[in-house]
C-alpha cells in the first residue's frame, strides 16, 4: 500500500465495473481535482482502457495534457486494475511542433502557358507577369515559406505544414483568384498545383509534387492535388481546360506508335518497353474500348484498325456486339462487305500472345475495358483516351497518349493517322467510323469543339466521309423515343441540377438515359443533369454538364469517372440510396467551389 501512495505517477485502481474505488494524490492534484471516488473512470476522461492494457498504452488529454495511460492487472481474481498516468504533454508538444514544421514542395504550373502568351501585345505580357507575380505574393502572404520561380510558367513553394493546412483548408483559392486574371482580354490564367507533403525529407516531397501535378495536368489542369494516406485529393477542377491538344505531344506518341508496331519505320524518337523481337515489332494488333461501347469507342477503334491493317498481318477490334451501344455502325461496316474488323472478347483472348500489342482507346480504367481478361494477360498495352487521368489506370503500359483536351477519342485517333501520312490511310467507311465518335461526343460540334476538333473533321470529309450517312447511325427507334420522353418527364430540378430515373428492364435504356442527360441540359437554369437506372444489383448514373459543373468530380466521388461534360458511375445499391448518395455528392462538389 505504502508503494502505491507513494507511487511517482498519477495513478487509480478501478474494479471490474471501471468504478473507482481508489486514487492517490498526484492523480488528484495533476489529472482531476474533484472527488474522482465512486466515479466511471471512462466517464470522467475519454480512455479506452482495452487500448491501455497493450503495450503501447493509451494516450489521452485531459485539463489540456497530455498522458500516456497504461492498465495493469493487481489481484489474482483480476477483480481490480491499476491504471497509471504518465505525463507526456513536452513530448507530445515537441512532436506535433516537429510535424508542423515539417516542409513540404509545391509545384505551380500555369496552364498553357505559351497559348495565353501568344498573340499578345508585349505590355499585355508584362502586365499578365506582374499580376501573376502579385497573385503568388498573395499566395505567400502570412506564411514563412519561400518561392522561386524556375520558368515563365513554373513557380517552386517551399511551406511548413502548419500554413499548407490552412491552403487545403481554404480549397486552395488561389485557383479561383488565378481564374480571375485575364490576359489579352481574352484568357483567363487557370494554374496546375502539384503538392508533395507525406515524403521523408525535400526530395521525396519534389517526387511527390510532380506525381500530383502530372494527375492535376492529365485531368485538364485548373486544379489542385495532394496524397493523404496514400490516396490522392483534389480541389478546383471547374474550369474545361484548354479546347486545343498538344499536337507536337501526340506527333511523337504517333511517330512513337509506329516504331512500336513496326521497327525501323521512322528514326528512333524515344525509349519503350515491349517484349516482342525489337527487330520483329509485333504481328498482330488487337484493338478494344470500353463496355458497352458507343460510337466514339467502337469509332475510334474501327478507324485505326483500318489504318493498322496496312502496317500489321493482322489487326481485329474486339467488341461485344451483344452488349453495345454501336450496332448501327458495326453493321455498316459488315453490310459493306468489311469482314473480320470485330471479334469477340473470347475471340480475341485466343489470340494474344506475346507477338500481340493491345491498343485500348476511350478509356484508361481498368475497370470498363471491353474485356479484363485480355489486359491482365497481355504484356504489351497501349492507351490513347480523351478523358480527364484517374489515379488508377490501366498499367504497365508501352506507350500511352492521355489528351483530356481533345473533343473525342475518335479526334485523337484523326490526328495520329493524319501524322502518319501516307505510310497508311483510311478508306470513307473508316472516316465515317471516325466522324461519327467526334460527332457524338461533341453533340454534333456544340460540346468541347476546338480548332482542331473542325481540322480533323474536314480531313475525314477529305477522306470521303459522307455525313448523311453519319446521320443516320444515330436514329433511334420509335420505342427509345418514348422512354426518353418518359425520362424527361421524371425530372426534378436539385441545386441547379436535373434528376432523373428510366426504366431499367427497357433494352436501349443506356440510350435512352443518355439522350435523356443530354436533352436536360436544355432546361432554363439547369448547369447539369443526372440518369439514374438499374440493371441487376448495380445502379448505373449518366452524367452531363455545358461546362459550369464538373460531372467527372461528382461521378469520381462515387467512384466513377468520365471528362468535364460527361460522366459515368455504377454503384451496387438500390435508387433511392443511389440518389442520397448523388446528391451529397452534388452538395459536396457545390461546397468545394
Not at 483480476?78 to 513536452?90: A, P
Request: glycine share 6%.
Amino acid at each position: 500500500r505504502d508503494s502505491l501512495v507513494h507511487f511517482p505517477a498519477p495513478c487509480v485502481i478501478i474494479d471490474k465495473e471501471k468504478t473507482i474505488v481508489w486514487f492517490n494524490k498526484l492523480f488528484e492534484s495533476k489529472v482531476y481535482s474533484e472527488d474522482p471516488y465512486g466515479e466511471k473512470l471512462d466517464l470522467i476522461m475519454n480512455i479506452d482502457l482495452n487500448k491501455a492494457f497493450e503495450t503501447d498504452g493509451c494516450q489521452i488529454c485531459v485539463n489540456k495534457r497530455y498522458y500516456l495511460a497504461k492498465a495493469v492487472r493487481t489481484d489474482v481474481r483480476n477483480e481490480l486494475t491499476m491504471v497509471y498516468f504518465n505525463d507526456i504533454t513536452e513530448y507530445t508538444e515537441l512532436r506535433y511542433d516537429a510535424y508542423q514544421s515539417h516542409n513540404s514542395v509545391i509545384i505551380i504550373v500555369i496552364d498553357n502557358y505559351d497559348e495565353l502568351m501568344s498573340d499578345v501585345r508585349e505590355s499585355e505580357k508584362a502586365h499578365a507577369a506582374v499580376e501573376i507575380e502579385k497573385l503568388m505574393e498573395s499566395f505567400l502572404e502570412g506564411t514563412n515559406a519561400i518561392a522561386k520561380k524556375v520558368s515563365d510558367d513554373r513557380f517552386y513553394v517551399f511551406m511548413e505544414e502548419r500554413y499548407l493546412a490552412r491552403k487545403i483548408e481554404n480549397r486552395f483559392r488561389i485557383l479561383e483568384a488565378a481564374r480571375q486574371i485575364r490576359i489579352g482580354g481574352r484568357a483567363n490564367v487557370t494554374l496546375s498545383i502539384g503538392v508533395g507533403r507525406e515524403g521523408k525529407g525535400l526530395e521525396e516531397c519534389e517526387k511527390l509534387a510532380k506525381q500530383a501535378l502530372e494527375l492535376c495536368q492529365g485531368r485538364g489542369g485548373d486544379q489542385a492535388a495532394y496524397r493523404e494516406n496514400g490516396e490522392f485529393r483534389f480541389f478546383g477542377g471547374v474550369s474545361s481546360g484548354s479546347d486545343n491538344n498538344n499536337r507536337v505531344k501526340i506527333r511523337i506518341f504517333a511517330e512513337t506508335l509506329l516504331e512500336i508496331i513496326k521497327p525501323g519505320s521512322i528514326e528512333s524518337i524515344g525509349n519503350y518497353r515491349a517484349d516482342a523481337d525489337e527487330a520483329q515489332g509485333f504481328r498482330r494488333v488487337l484493338i478494344m474500348g470500353h463496355r458497352f461501347g458507343d460510337l466514339d469507342s467502337v469509332g475510334s477503334a474501327t478507324g485505326l484498325c483500318c489504318a493498322l491493317r496496312k502496317i500489321v498481318s493482322e489487326c481485329y477490334v474486339v467488341v461485344d456486339k451483344t452488349k453495345n451501344l454501336a450496332t448501327s455502325l458495326i453493321d455498316y461496316i459488315e453490310e459493306n462487305e468489311i469482314t473480320n474488323y470485330y471479334i469477340t472478347p473470347s475471340q480475341g483472348l485466343e489470340r494474344l500472345d506475346s507477338d500481340t500489342l493491345v491498343i485500348v482507346v476511350d478509356t484508361h480504367n481498368p475497370e470498363l475495358v471491353e474485356s479484363k481478361d485480355i489486359i491482365e494477360r497481355a504484356k504489351n498495352i497501349v492507351v490513347i483516351d480523351h478523358h480527364r487521368r484517374m489515379v488508377k489506370g490501366i498499367e504497365p503500359l508501352i506507350a500511352q497518349c492521355l489528351e483530356p483536351g481533345a473533343s473525342s477519342a475518335a479526334e485523337l485517333v484523326t490526328e495520329i493517322i493524319e501524322m502518319w501520312g501516307d505510310r497508311t490511310s483510311i478508306d470513307a467507311h473508316a472516316a465515317e467510323a471516325l466522324l461519327s465518335g467526334i460527332m457524338l461526343d461533341t453533340k454534333y460540334f456544340v460540346m468541347k469543339t476546338g480548332v482542331t476538333t473542325f481540322e480533323t473533321a474536314a480531313y475525314l470529309k477529305k477522306m470521303g466521309a459522307d455525313t448523311i450517312v453519319v446521320k443516320q447511325m444515330f436514329a433511334n427507334s420509335i420505342d427509345t423515343y418514348h422512354e426518353k420522353s418518359k425520362i424527361i418527364n421524371s425530372a426534378e430540378i436539385y441545386r441547379k441540377c436535373a434528376l432523373a430515373r428510366a426504366d431499367g428492364s427497357f433494352s436501349n435504356v443506356r440510350i435512352a438515359a443518355s439522350q435523356a442527360a443530354d436533352e436536360m441540359l436544355g432546361i432554363t437554369g439547369v448547369c447539369a443533369s443526372f440518369v439514374m437506372y438499374q440493371q441487376g444489383e448495380t445502379i448505373n448514373i449518366s452524367a452531363r454538364s455545358m461546362g459550369k459543373y464538373n460531372v467527372q468530380v461528382i461521378m469520381e466521388a462515387l467512384g466513377g469517372g468520365g471528362h468535364l461534360t460527361m460522366a459515368a458511375a455504377q454503384i451496387k445499391t438500390d435508387l433511392d440510396s443511389a440518389k442520397k448518395m448523388l446528391t451529397d455528392a452534388v452538395d459536396e462538389y457545390i461546397r468545394s467551389i
